[in-house]
């Protein structure tokens, strides 16, 4: 539990797409977990226009408290949208995002927190990734690529656990709609000044829906926005 002399408020967000096998859970497991880490906090669920009934459960949620919130895309606008709904949502001094699959532990929420102090950007790197090989494979060749191209270092760029300063995306415009939106993230805070700490944390296998990242649609679109954005990225002046 941390001091309660430091506690931070705190926006938590989930994107989604087609987990209504999953939303209501990881929900009950936030609201398990954040009393302990914080005082002030808001849960926003991201339904990034799913054909299944998350968007319906998550309306449900919201409207049985008044901690939730529920922002809806009429139809899918990709991962990238689904984020920068999400920051856009998000009023609290700090922002916490993981997917809403479930595959990772909120628990571990508590040990990126007190270096949400000394960073501006928290990033959790997966330990014993619940992914299959081709995945794995695909994931380190990816972030290897972003990072030489974008000039930034993160161990982990597409783990799905972390904390930023919610002041960050007051300096930087967000362009990526796609699977991009990490990298770019990363890439454009370490640019402006910001500074990135890391920590492990645990994997969790999928239980229900399916994974979509890595579908070749994803994967075409997150190249072409790595072409498309690259320039731009790079054109700001570091700090």
Same mark, same amino acid.
């Given at each position: 539990?941390?001091?309660?002399?430091?506690?931070?408020?705190?926006?938590?967000?989930?994107?989604c797409y087609n987990e209504e096998g999953n939303v209501e859970r990881v929900v009950g497991e936030a609201l398990d977990v954040l009393p302990s880490v914080s005082d002030d906090?808001?849960?926003?669920? /991201?339904?990034?226009? !799913?054909?299944?009934?998350?968007? =319906?459960?998550?309306?449900?949620? $919201?409207?049985? %408290?008044?901690? *939730?919130?529920?922002?809806?895309?009429?139809t899918n606008k990709g991962y990238g949208a689904a984020l920068r709904s999400g920051f856009a949502a998000a009023t609290k001094q700090l922002v916490f995002y993981t997917d809403?699959?479930?595959?990772?532990?909120?628990?571990?929420?508590?040990?990126?927190?007190?270096?949400?102090?000394?960073?501006?950007?928290?990033?959790?790197?997966?330990?014993?990734?619940?992914?299959?090989?081709?995945?794995?494979?695909?994931?380190?060749?990816?972030?290897?690529?972003?990072?030489?191209?974008?000039?930034?270092?993160?161990?982990?760029?597409?783990?799905?656990?972390? /904390?930023?300063?919610? !002041?960050?995306?007051?300096?930087? =415009?967000?362009?990526?709609?796609? $699977?991009?939106? %990490?990298?770019? *993230?990363?890439?454009?805070?370490?640019?402006?000044?910001?500074?990135?700490?890391?920590?492990?944390?645990?994997?969790?296998?999928?239980?229900?829906?399916?994974?979509?990242?890595?579908?070749?649609?994803?994967?075409?679109?997150?190249?072409?926005?790595?072409?498309?954005?690259?320039?731009?990225?790079?054109?700001?002046?570091?700090?």
């Amino acid at each position: 539990m941390t001091d309660r002399s430091s506690r931070p408020s705190l926006s938590v967000f989930f994107p989604c797409y087609n987990e209504e096998g999953n939303v209501e859970r990881v929900v009950g497991e936030a609201l398990d977990v954040l009393p302990s880490v914080s005082d002030d906090f808001e849960i926003i669920i /991201v339904n990034d226009g !799913s054909g299944d009934r998350t968007g =319906e459960i998550a309306d449900q949620l $919201a409207a049985a %408290d008044g901690r *939730i919130r529920a922002v809806h895309h009429e139809t899918n606008k990709g991962y990238g949208a689904a984020l920068r709904s999400g920051f856009a949502a998000a009023t609290k001094q700090l922002v916490f995002y993981t997917d809403g699959d479930g595959q990772f532990d909120m628990r571990e929420l508590s040990e990126l927190l007190p270096l949400a102090r000394r960073y501006d950007i928290v990033s959790g790197y997966r330990i014993n990734r619940q992914d299959n090989a081709i995945r794995r494979l695909n994931a380190f060749m990816w972030g290897k690529l972003v990072q030489a191209l974008l000039r930034f270092r993160c161990r982990d760029v597409d783990c799905a656990f972390k /904390v930023y300063r919610r !002041s960050i995306f007051d300096v930087i =415009e967000l362009k990526s709609s796609g $699977a991009l939106i %990490d990298a770019e *993230i990363l890439a454009r805070a370490t640019r402006a000044g910001c500074t990135i700490g890391e920590l492990p944390v645990h994997h969790r296998p999928r239980i229900a829906g399916e994974q979509t990242g890595g579908k070749i649609t994803v994967i075409l679109k997150a190249f072409r926005e790595l072409i498309e954005l690259r320039s731009a990225i790079l054109s700001t002046v570091p700090k």
